[in-house]
């Protein structure tokens, strides 16, 4: 059956001290509630724990026995639940994420950098990928998604702007295909697909021009699920990807890539950092939503 721990501590107290008057001075209750409190464990034990004299107050071997056992685990008990209690205040601990690849690189990692020297009692541990993982039940503390993708009954912090989606293929390419007019066209490209955890397990093609809006469902002889592939294989002529316009504008100026349908992709919702609740957040993770909360043109900084 299962003990009351506060008794239990009640009587670690008392046995410690070897009277109810300093236990219940200690612990700040009266000395009859100590008492009672004393009995009512007794009872419950069906056996006598403390023998009480004139002189003070003694052990029986019960008594003896069952401090021997609980003691070292009131202590770990009081030693965990202090240092939890510290992570209220002092940023430290280990906070896990899931991360889309890209934010990574560009948003998280540049934070970190300057962040983690500053704070050497914080730990972050970081998994890459594209799912739409359930991060509570996944034991994260937060996530990383691009805005359109995070439940809504999560709290979700902007870490960077409005980003716009780019389709491109290489001169090659283009050069071997017509270029695409509208959306549709695409239909008849050989198009980079990612593999992305979703009811059609594809990371669909969102396009808008004025009020039209469109999805596409593409198909291709390639699927990946790593962004530095899915560029590379657009760069060696394989075919057509979408991605955000950051990461095509360099390739593009460069001239291994060939921008289309640009009046079709429209500013949607960036990279944002979601977790479940605000309640009680440690000083750890409420620091690292601070640096990399977006604020118009700049990510925060340390509290």
Sequence with gaps: MRR????LAAFAVVAKERSFTRSAAGM??????????????????????????????????????????????LE??????????????????????????????????????KLLPQYPDIRIEITTD????????????????LGKLISRDMIA????????????????????HPIP???????????????????????????????????????GQIVVNSTALRMAAAIDGLGVAYMPEDQAIPEVAAGRLVRVLENWCPLGAGWHLYYPSRRNPSAAFGLFVNALRYRGGQQGGPA
């Design 28 to 73: 700040g209750v009266s000395k009859s509630a100590l008492s009672q409190t004393i009995r009512k464990l007794e009872e419950e034990l069906g056996v006598r724990l403390l023998t009480r004299t004139t002189r003070g107050v003694g052990l029986t071997e019960a008594g003896r026995n069952l401090l021997q056992t609980v003691a070292p685990c």
């Design 130 to 145: 594209y799912g739409l993982n359930d991060i509570v039940t996944g034991g994260y503390d937060g996530g990383i998604r």
């Design 76 to 113: 770990e008990i009081e030693t965990k639940v202090t240092t939890i209690m510290e992570l209220r205040e002092k940023p430290a601990g280990t906070l896990r994420l899931s991360a889309g690849e890209p934010a990574v690189h560009s948003i998280v990692y540049p934070v970190l950098r």
């Design 181 to 219: 007019e509208t959306p549709q066209d695409l239909t008849l490209h050989n198009c980079i697909q990612l593999r992305y955890p979703s009811p059609t397990g594809m990371f669909i093609w969102a396009f808008g021009r004025g009020a039209e809006r469109l999805e596409l469902r593409v198909e």
């Design 4 to 7: 009351n721990l506060d008794s």
């Design 157 to 176: 912090v902007p870490i960077g702007p409005d980003i716009r989606m780019a389709v491109v293929g290489s001169p090659d390419y283009f050069g071997r």
